[in-house]
């Protein structure tokens, strides 16, 4: 049984400085409209990318989203940032309204996209709890029902009557989240944003998530964490530009994804002949790759380098340096290579699993002769992503660090 | 039509005119209470002199006003003693330029809360409504103490007829002009902020346009004739002629700041509704 169903919805945002120069534009849109014309500027559309930048005003954040979520089931929404998702959120907590479509709900819908919303400094704990209960929908009288075990799942008894502005961050987090988990909706939205708190905070709201499933109500769950995606929901849907471009299994879902996000990389380059390869009169670059494409964190991962070699010497000494997001140089390594009878020096490097941490690198190659005079180098080459697969933890943040060995411990 | 009614919501781009839901605010009325509260107790927080400044801003504008007007500039106030003059006519003022002003911009204020979570919209400019309403029972209060203090140490007169009454009337409609003309500016202002400095300023000269500083028989020609196209106009003469016994009651004219309150709510519901849904877009 459907408890959400989500028919052509559409959104439409307006580009650019919304104040100033519009007033043309309003008067021009209500001019169509009390002629009974159609309005001239939802004509125009522009994808929702953000690498083209289009001439179009207006652009659809999202396009055509068709979806239901079935009562009980956890119903995780992926996709990069920027694909719709937060819109989709909005305009399902009713923050903001579509452009075109409908949505239809059954049951009392709580999205969870920040917690302690209207929270006041200068009041109490006790004060506060009553008004963000009644901003999330609760009646006084609710709130009166479930006051002690508000306060007692918050852990801050002693300082109820404190205003909250005194209180640390964590105390802070952890009242407005126990006003939250109280709330008992049919259908919860939870935006991954929750899940930045340390980590019992994250084990608190997502056992609440499962709490919540289990009990025959519904949850969506917006994240591109893959690996929570993959252990709390059923099901999946993958947005990509505004648009539901996959719908299936929560590790269907998740797969396609990967694989999207891995055509968006390089994770290889060829080249045929030595006269279309990069490279300089020394080196000619024939090929790089990763494989696999997109490797788990416990797979290993191995960097197949070949190129010409037209230098004096047969030895080649090849470096990679491995590059973060940051920028940072996560670490580097090299090797000698040696010319065969066609001039061509292949080599692989293999990482050991369980070492790189997960997220996207980029791998620069330098190239030296024997006496380490460079010979040429290059820059970002190839890039690749390192993917989380599951945790036995409740945590599904990500782990900190560059790098993420598994190390041995004793207890 | 029939499937329908299994779904308890349905979320489409945008409602009817007069699609209200005033349903749905009533259900909200514990929250709009909680807001009258927070705006109550959080503003006095931390200050030495607590809710005393609600008695400090008043009294002060009016030795301010009694100094200027009627001590320099000689304006008289037909008769009645000018400190009580000026106070009554700042306290109901006041009233109206703070639901005017501090309604007028509600989205800007909770752009905040309102991008988070969905409440009734309209829930917030009725509790500031509200809250101010609890401050004017607290200045009406402080009227009252300085009248009797002037009566029996300074002879005033005051001369309180039937006509008091009509108290309650005259705060309503001034409660419901400046909520409908605060919420119209509130959803302009979500896309000109212009607007809002306009506003400010415009609310001030507004002020002089309205006999708080003068009596309205202290006007005439022309000048009286546009005086009473002011709306508020008739509520703070017949407050005075309720008190002081100034001036006459002026049914007219009220009928007219009743007709216009009603039109200004209305209308500015109606905008509120439209502009709630997509402000956040906007703001």
């Known amino acids: 049984m459907p408890a959400i169903i989500v028919e052509n919805l559409y959104k439409q945002y307006q580009l650019g400085q919304v104040s100033t120069g519009t007033v043309a534009h309003d008067f021009n849109r209500w001019l169509h409209k009390i002629r009974g014309k159609e309005d001239p500027y939802e004509k125009i559309t522009g994808e929702n990318s953000r690498e083209e930048k289009g001439n179009s005003k207006y652009v659809w954040a999202i396009e055509d989203i068709n979806f239901e979520a079935r009562q009980g089931e956890v119903l995780g929404i992926i996709g990069r940032n920027g694909a719709g998702k937060s819109t989709l959120l909005k305009i399902l907590s009713k923050v903001t309204a579509p452009t075109k479509g409908e949505i239809k709900i059954k049951g009392r819908i709580a999205s969870l996209l920040e917690v302690g919303t209207g929270f006041h400094p200068e009041l109490t704990g006790r004060e506060n709890i009553f008004l963000n209960g009644a901003i999330l929908g609760m009646t006084k009288a609710e709130i009166r029902s479930k006051f002690d075990e508000i306060v007692a799942f918050s852990g801050v008894e002693k300082y109820i009557d404190t205003p909250v502005k005194r209180y640390s961050s964590g105390m802070y987090v952890r009242l407005a989240f126990a006003v939250a988990a109280h709330l008992e909706p049919e259908i919860l939205i939870v935006d991954e944003v929750l899940a930045v708190g340390d980590a019992e905070f994250q084990k608190k709201c997502l056992g609440k998530m499962k709490d919540v499933s289990s009990q025959g109500r519904t949850v969506l769950f917006v994240s591109h964490n893959m690996a929570a995606v993959k252990s709390l929901c059923n099901r999946g849907i993958l947005m990509e530009r505004g648009k539901v471009v996959f719908a299936g299994s929560a590790d269907e879902t998740v797969e396609h994804y990967m694989r999207i996000n891995a055509q968006n990389l390089k994770q290889k380059v060829t080249f045929e002949t030595k006269e279309v390869a990069v490279g300089n009169e020394n080196i000619k670059l024939k090929s790089v790759a990763v494989v696999p494409e997109s490797p788990f964190i416990t797979e290993e991962i191995s960097i197949k380098i070949s190129f010409w070699n037209a230098s004096e010497s047969k030895v080649v000494k090849v470096a990679i340096d491995f590059i973060d997001l940051n920028e940072d140089v996560v670490f580097g390594s090299g090797f000698d290579f040696h010319t065969d009878e066609n001039g061509v020096c292949s080599g692989t490097c293999i990482i050991p699993k369980d070492l790189l941490n997960d997220g996207v690198y980029s791998l620069n190659i330098y190239f030296n002769s024997p006496e380490l005079r460079p010979l040429w180098n290059v820059a970002n080459i190839i890039n690749f992503e390192v993917e989380d697969k599951e945790r036995n933890s409740a945590y599904f943040g990500k782990i900190n660090g560059a790098v993420r060995p598994k190390l041995n411990w004793t207890v | ?283």
């Open chain 2, 1 to 283: 039509m029939s499937k329908d009614e299994n779904w308890s919501e349905i979320i489409r781009p945008k409602r009817h005119w007069l699609d209200l839901n005033l349903k749905e605010l009533w259900r909200y009325r514990d929250l709009i209470m909680l807001f009258v509260r927070r705006d109550f107790v959080s503003v006095y927080k931390q200050t030495v002199l607590g809710p005393l400044w609600l008695f400090i801003q008043p009294l002060f504008t009016t030795i301010t006003f009694y100094f200027v007007f009627s001590r320099i500039a000689k304006i008289p106030t037909d008769n009645v003693d000018p400190i009580l003059f000026y106070l009554s006519g700042i306290t109901l003022w006041n009233y109206f330029s703070d639901c005017f002003s501090k309604t007028s911009n509600t989205f800007v204020a909770n752009a905040g809360i309102f991008g988070k979570v969905y409440f009734p919209r309209l829930a917030t400019p009725i509790s500031i409504v509200i809250s101010n309403l609890i401050k004017l029972g607290i200045q009406i209060l402080l009227f009252i103490a300085i009248a009797l203090y002037r009566v029996y140490f300074h002879g005033a007169q005051i001369n309180i007829n039937e006509t008091i009454l009509l108290l309650p009337v005259l705060i309503l409609l001034m409660a419901i002009m400046g909520l409908g003309l605060g919420i119209i500016f509130s959803a302009l202002t979500t896309k000109y902020r212009d607007l809002s400095f306009l506003l400010t300023f415009g609310i001030q000269l507004l002020m002089y346009a309205t006999p708080i500083i003068y009596p309205l028989s202290f006007t005439s020609g022309k000048l009286h004739q546009i005086l009473s196209y002011n709306p508020i106009t008739p509520i703070i003469e017949n407050f005075r002629y309720a008190f002081f016994g100034i001036g006459y009651l002026d049914i007219p004219g009220l009928i007219y700041t009743t007709v216009f309150s009603l039109v200004v709510l209305i209308l500015g519901v109606i905008i509120f509704n439209r502009v709630e849904k997509n402000f956040m877009d906007t703001v």
